[in-house]
């Protein structure tokens, strides 16, 4: 299936680092900043940074289908009503026209201009010559502040059309997070004769963190991994990776500081009330919450050939969440923390074969949590709980013992063209006709299309953690490591007590 899209549409808590297209404070943790980084966070309101009635004209502009919009405006409501999106589309609309408007009285200004302009080249009285420059001064100054209008009404439109949502896959459930379906439920829970820990008490028995030292240093929700932890993260990772590779993808390393603008682009907002990106102040960059976004952004502004196509990425970086808003025994330990590591997959397509790779990309994260004997589920999530980006989007909760409950592991996203209609991200597609030996060019070339765009986690290391500790622990307090690991963590089987060790 073929979808047309319209739409463009993570505070280091202080050592100053700031939260941006999402914190309405800055956080501080000590008394003093321990990095020449700084960043904070900062609201809406005060990144624009200006007054009523000035206009914020966009970093960037997206290629928005506003007639799509306008002649699907029945849908586009329903859908902005369904995920519970504050996007205007009034607004949208009534800005169009204004805009459309003012563009055909430019343009008949323009013609009015030109037409003196030829006028004035022939032999003309000197009061006939006069009056007509006198009417082309008066066309110049109307069509400069039409001009004007023009460029105001443009940045207006851009700032509010890029707020509207992605369009929705019709199968996907509508409501909060509560309606989402199960596609999948895979194992069973694992039984135990003995009195379950969670991870936290786990890797205090076996030495494996240290949450109190790492407060002191970086503040809350921040960590430190010690002895088989360590390569546990580090056979986690390879694995992952490695596991990728099998199936066709190219490995990568992407920076963790991105342009602001390329954060926007993905869908995501470095600046708002409860933003989950950090902004490092006095700059233009963001650490990044998720490497979707700097892989994203490798063919910004670029045209692929057809044959290019799928290109196929999995890539390791650290990421970096405000968790603004997180509260409560679900941020225990390891499961929510302000950085960590991991493994992500991210494909661009043609867009009649995205959803057949949405379908590959989910089937790749049930074989990896399986492979590893994981119990598990794959959700189908509603409506209101889709990213702006997502057309539809795959959750997989595993369950966690400790916790009494199944914990979000991975997430799989189709984000159709929202995402390449930010980035500039277009395919060229090639001639069907066989008695053409070379691509055609110039006029004759094909028009170019947006490629759709999906992500998704092979390995968030926190939380695959948090599944390993609590599903495979033993009553004498060791941790028996899956098979598929142990290649990557130089052959060892087991986590032992420190007082079991030999």
């Known amino acids: ?52 009635n000035k206009v914020v ?14 002649d699907h405006k029945e849908s586009v409501a329903v859908n902005i009503k369904n995920r519970n999106s504050t996007a205007n589309l009034e ?36 009061s006939e010559r006069q009056k007509l420059i006198e009417e082309g001064k008066n066309l110049k100054e109307e069509l400069v502040t039409l001009e004007e209008d023009l460029l105001k009404l ?33 194992g069973k829970h694992a039984e135990f004769s003995f009195a379950v820990k969670d991870h936290v008490q786990l890797g205090k028995e076996l030495d494996l963190f240290d949450f109190d030292a790492a407060a002191e240093v970086s503040g809350s929700k921040f960590y430190y991994l010690k002895n088989e932890a360590v390569l546990l993260e580090m056979g986690l990772v390879n694995w992952a990776v490695s596991e990728a590779m099998k199936r066709g993808f190219t490995p990568l390393t992407t920076p963790e500081i991105v342009r602001s603008s390329v954060v926007e682009k993905c869908g995501f907002q470095p600046r708002g009330t409860n933003t989950q990106v950090y902004s490092i102040e006095n700059s233009d960059q963001c650490l990044i919450g998720t490497a979707e976004i700097p892989v994203g ?24 969440r405000t968790e603004a808003g997180a509260a409560g025994a679900a941020t225990r330990g390891l499961y929510r923390v302000h950085q960590f590591s991991k493994v992500e997959m991210f494909i661009l397509c043609r867009p009649d074969e995205s959803d057949s790779y949405h379908e590959e990309l989910i089937e790749i994260e049930e074989e990896l949590f399986s492979s590893l004997g994981f119990h598990f589920k794959t959700l189908d999530m509603a409506t209101e709980d889709l990213g702006a980006p997502a057309y539809r989007k795959f959750d997989v909760e595993a369950w966690m013992p400790g916790l009494g409950r199944y914990g979000e592991i991975s997430s ?21 006709s066989s008695s053409s030996s070379s691509p055609k060019k110039g006029k004759n070339a094909a028009p170019t299309q947006f490629v759709h765009t999906l992500n998704a986690t092979a390995c968030a290391v926190p939380r ?14 060791s941790v028996i490591i899956p098979e598929p690991l142990r290649p990557f963590m130089g052959g060892l089987q087991i986590i032992k007590p420190k007082h079991l060790q030999n």
């Open 91 to 126: 607004l949208v609309l009534e800005l169009y026209e204004k805009l459309l408007n003012v563009q055909k009285e430019v343009e008949k200004l323009r013609a009015e201009r030109n037409a003196v302009a030829n006028m004035m080249k022939g032999k003309l009285e000197p």
């Open 412 to 432: 799989a996203s189709n984000c159709t063209d929202y995402q390449s209609r930010r980035l500039g991200i277009r395919y060229r597609p090639e001639s069907s």
């Open 57 to 70: 004209k966009p970093q960037w502009k997206a290629a928005i289908d506003f007639k799509w919009i306008r």
């Open 297 to 320: 952004g490798i063919h910004m502004d670029s045209i692929l050939s057809e044959s290019s196509l799928p290109l196929k990425y999995v890539a390791f970086s650290h990421c970096f």
């Open 464 to 477: 695959m953690i948090v599944c390993l500790l609590e599903n495979f622990q033993q009553e004498d307090g």
């Open 154 to 186: 443009t940045d207006e439109l851009q700032q509010e059309a890029q707020s509207i949502p992605n369009m929705t896959h019709p199968d996907v459930p509508l409501g909060g997070e509560d309606s989402s379906t199960v596609r999948k439920m895979v």
């Open 1 to 52: 299936m073929v979808l047309h899209c319209c739409f463009t549409g993570t505070t280091f808590h202080s050592l100053k680092l700031a939260a941006i297209p999402y914190l309405s404070k800055t956080l501080t943790y000590y008394s003093r900043p321990l990095l020449p980084l700084v960043v904070r966070s900062l609201s809406a309101s005060a990144a624009a940074a200006t007054d009523d």
